[in-house]
């Protein structure tokens, strides 16, 4: 079966949120210059590129990423497609039939085309989730939400979406690359780093099916 | 079906390399002083806690960690146990009688006793395997071996054992924590960051059955 990987690569020109700093790459060790490795290190914010939010980010609780039950983050998952729209509403996900079954959904948009045509510049014009969907979701049981911009809610409004989700223990991926993704049916395999106690981490994403 | 979360966790504490800088956690957003949210930043070397060696690590060939086909990173997967021996050598690979189409083997060895107990300082005595070791996994085909501290060869002789892995195009997997996994048989799930052209990535790393 084929895997799909849906992670966005980690590069000094991925596209950081406003104020945030770019991730930076040095390297510390180079067999060019007569060291026995190359060695490099990398800096960057724990939300910078294809990454999950834990509870803490925007509750402020103390659950970190670390806490996070492994299981939520491996299993079936659905990928529905929104190709022309600039904010998915809870009407939206009314008529989109989502299977009652569903517990992991990624959401397809036009933001997934930044990542296919190497966009390195912020876009603050993403396709989110607006409040009203996050709590649709949430009555549904939904347990996992992907979005592939680098937010699930808009630009101008972070807070609400973000805190109906994580209040919930919604899991919430952020920064998926779905450009090569028909929408349908998977296996989701959603690994973040181990950072003890963090409000996010970076993660390695893929779909199998 | 059970999950073993293989993985160290990534904090400040964490024994690193000798030369090789500590893990940084920093706060840059803070909602106790008035931001929206929280946010970490983190600095690390790449070959921090478990992680994935790219050939560019010792071959200085330009093959990163971002160019490692996924699927040697899942699929079935043998845990070998070694649990008295100072170091592995070809010998005690065949007196092993490991499966003749085992094509990843993770080996547990004491190493996994120091994440266990929570060890902080670097240890220059850990189990590895000895360069025959590495000649025979090539020759027997096995595409994938992990280990449980911070490197696949002796302290003091690291060249050529990563060399003749990294050569055969062998998958080396280094910092996991077997302390929990009994041996035998699993699914295995390791999924590095996307660090573009990186000669190693930290990654998550969890054994399923």
Chains 1, 2 share one sequence.
Request: proline content about 9%.
């Amino acid at each position: 079966m084929p895997i799909y990987d849906i992670s966005l690569p980690i590069t000094p020109n991925l596209p950081t949120w406003p104020g945030e700093d770019k991730v930076q790459l040095t390297q510390t060790s180079s067999i060019k210059e007569g060291d026995l490795a190359n060695v490099t290190h990398v800096s960057m914010g724990v939300h910078t590129g294809t990454h999950i939010d834990a509870p803490d980010h925007f509750l402020g609780n103390g659950v970190g990423v670390d806490q996070i039950p492994l299981d939520l983050l491996i299993g079936p998952v659905t990928v529905l497609h929104f190709p022309a729209c600039e904010i998915i509403t809870a009407d939206m996900l009314r008529a989109a039939e989502i299977p009652t079954q569903a517990k992991r959904l990624l959401f397809k948009t036009r933001n997934s085309k930044y990542w296919a045509e190497g966009e390195i510049e912020f876009q603050g014009d993403f396709v989110a989730l607006n409040p009203d969907a996050a709590q649709y979701l949430v009555q549904r049981g939904v347990e996992v939400v992907g979005v592939d911009y680098l937010s699930v809610a808009p630009f101008d409004d972070p807070v609400p979406t973000h805190k109906i989700l994580l209040q919930a223990n919604v899991l919430v991926i952020e920064g998926l690359d779905l450009s090569e993704v028909p929408p349908g049916d998977y296996a989701l395999y959603c690994l973040p780093l181990k950072i003890a106690g963090a409000d996010g981490a970076p993660a390695r994403a893929v779909l199998i099916g």
